[in-house]
């Protein structure tokens, strides 16, 4: 960089600095700037500058102390670089932004890349690139292009990503939304979030509205949320919701307590509960059950670990262990191992391996093929659910 080195303190008015030039402060508290300070091109500040605003009109600028500003800090064809911390009422740079320190401004928009190494405090922010917050976070809004990295913190409102959004630490957020994958390695909690791709959730994830996942999603802990629908894989620890489907797989470690449940592929659990109903159209693996006072399998499901419904209903060429219900109906070519039901419905070629036991009606088809004969019972063992 070739310039003047001008050493400067207290300025009455505005200040205009050629580029090349390096501005080195009098004193110890720094550069004193009541007008705008306004660069021309590469330059630096060896100490800490304060203004009412700042324009760099193209190239690149270091400040080794604190930026203040009172009003704007402007690049549109520039980059800056604070040391220190940089606080403004607003902050746009075409370019890139690196902040040694923390940021604190009303709005900051990034053309290209920000970086900051303390903590973000902003009403909103706008990258057109990726940010990386390296210190905790609060902010109303955040919008991105490409990716940002928080460490955790508060979004109020909402964080816009168009394609990678990574938290390493626990957020408190209104609404998440991202193109394609969210991760985050601390407790979430927030109002709703939604990806086009994968979500990976390293600890419990909290939504009080809704959950939209057009991949894969994964959650260590407990998912907690009214509605869920995924287009995909959803892996969770544990999960509580009110209406949720799945369009492949639902693998949840533990219980599932849910209002209404739908899977279009293979639900594994080591047991569920459903306050209205479950439809399920490919297998069913659990360990303790599956209870709902609807429950319906899809055709030629498989189902292991028992069923407990209100009406339980198998479609055709389903197969199911030990069922329990008010009303079981077995469709065509069926296959189940005991029936313990007020009201039994057995369609044509359906097969009962063991025991069929029921306290009210009894249909059984021609067909049908009965490994011992139907015992009307006063009372039916209890279910395991």
């Known amino acids: 960089m070739r310039g003047r080195t001008i050493r400067v303190g207290k300025v009455a008015g505005d200040l205009k600095v050629e580029h090349g030039d390096v501005l080195v402060p009098e004193g110890p508290e720094g550069i004193q700037v009541s007008g705008e300070v306004a660069f021309e091109g590469d330059a630096a500040v060896e100490g800490s500058l304060s203004c009412a605003s700042l324009m760099l009109r193209r190239g690149a600028l270091q400040v080794q102390g604190d930026l203040t500003a009172s009003g704007r800090v402007e690049s549109s064809h520039g980059s800056i670089r604070v040391a220190r911390n940089l606080s403004a009422r607003e902050v746009e740079v075409g370019r890139s932004l690196v902040v040694g320190g923390n940021l ?31 210190g905790p976070l609060e902010a109303e809004s955040i919008e991105v292009g490409g990716r ?17 959004l990574e938290v390493r ?127 319906d399998v899809g055709e030629d499901s498989r189902v292991r670990g028992p069923l407990i419904g209100g009406t339980v209903t198998l479609d055709d060429e389903a197969e199911a262990e030990d069922i329990w219900g008010e009303e079981v109906r077995l469709e065509r070519k069926t296959v189940v191992r005991n029936i313990y039901a007020r009201d039994v419905d057995i369609g044509r070629k ?36």
Do not use: W
């Not at 407790?187 to 057009?214: P, Y």
């Not at 599932?256 to 592929?265: D, F, M, N």
């Open 104 to 134: 604190q401004a009303d709005r900051a928009e990034l053309g290209g890349r920000l970086e900051v190494n303390g903590a973000t405090t902003v009403r909103t922010l706008e990258a057109g690139g990726s940010i990386d917050l390296r």
């Open 148 to 164: 940002i990295v928080l460490m955790g913190g508060k979004v109020q409102l909402q964080v816009e990503v168009g394609g990678i």
């Open 169 to 295: 630490g626990p957020l408190t957020f209104g609404s998440l939304e991202a193109g394609g994958k969210i991760s985050l390695q601390g407790s979430a909690q927030g109002d709703r979030l939604e990806v086009g791709g994968a979500l990976d959730a390293g600890g419990d994830l909290t939504l009080s509205r809704s959950l939209e996942v057009g991949g894969m999603g994964s959650v260590k802990g407990r998912l907690r949320c009214p509605q869920i629908e995924v287009g995909g894989l959803l892996r969770s620890d544990a999960l509580e919701c009110g209406d949720i489907e799945v369009g492949g797989k639902l693998e949840v470690t533990k219980e599932i307590l849910a209002t209404r449940l739908e899977v279009g592929g293979k639900l594994t659990a080591d047991h569920g509960v459903a306050k209205e109903r479950v439809d399920v159209g490919g297998s069913i693996e659990t360990r303790g059950g599956l209870k709902a006072p609807r429950i």
């Open 350 to 385: 359906a097969r009962v391996d063991g025991v069929v036991q029921y306290t009210g009606r009894l249909n059984v088809d021609a067909d049908a093929r009965l490994a011992s004969p139907p015992q009307k019972v006063a009372q039916l063992p209890n279910a395991p659910l």
